[in-house]
């Protein structure tokens, strides 16, 4: 969480606790006066529900509390396999990163790096690319190999 996130959902809470005592105390002395009013009359009529400012700012504390806890989550992991592992071969591990550089917990690594690293695998892209700083090392011999020239 950072720290805008945090302030903003210590706020939210401590607005949130002052809703619940003040109904509270008004639960208190509405039962009070209830009680008063039917030692001196045979009939009460003493009204028992909360105040609206009390409701409004339980309802705003909350709505206060989730948005700081939506600003201190992190961003969403893509659902599809093929996102994710385009990810993670395009950024690596510093993909999976918050802001302060903190490797995410759930960052599994690579999927399919079982696959990549099995003897009999065959990466082209890296086959690829050692051919082609052969050809740019070996210069014109290199494709008369290829081409089928002499040897």
Not at 62 to 73: E, F, M, N, P
Not at 83 to 92: C, D, L, M, Y
Request: proline share 4%; aromatic share 10%.
């Amino acid at each position: 969480m950072t720290f805008l996130s945090r302030v903003i959902t210590a706020f939210g809470g401590l607005l949130l606790t002052h809703a619940c005592y003040s109904a509270r105390e008004h639960t208190a002395l509405q039962s009070l006066r209830a009680a008063t009013a039917s030692s001196l009359t045979s009939s009460p009529t003493v009204s028992s529900s909360l105040p609206l400012d009390i409701i409004l700012e339980t309802l705003i504390s909350t709505l206060i509390i989730l948005v700081g806890l939506v600003l201190g989550t992190r961003p969403l992991r893509p659902i599809e396999w093929r996102v994710w592992a385009g990810k993670i071969e395009r950024e690596g591990e510093a993909g999976f990163t918050d802001g302060s550089g903190v490797v995410d917990r759930d960052y599994m690594g690579n999927p399919f790096s079982v696959f990549e690293s099995r003897p009999n695998f065959v990466d082209i892209r890296k086959q690829r690319k050692e051919f082609a700083e052969w050809v740019q090392k070996g210069g014109a011999e290199a494709t008369r190999y290829y081409a089928g020239g002499t040897q």
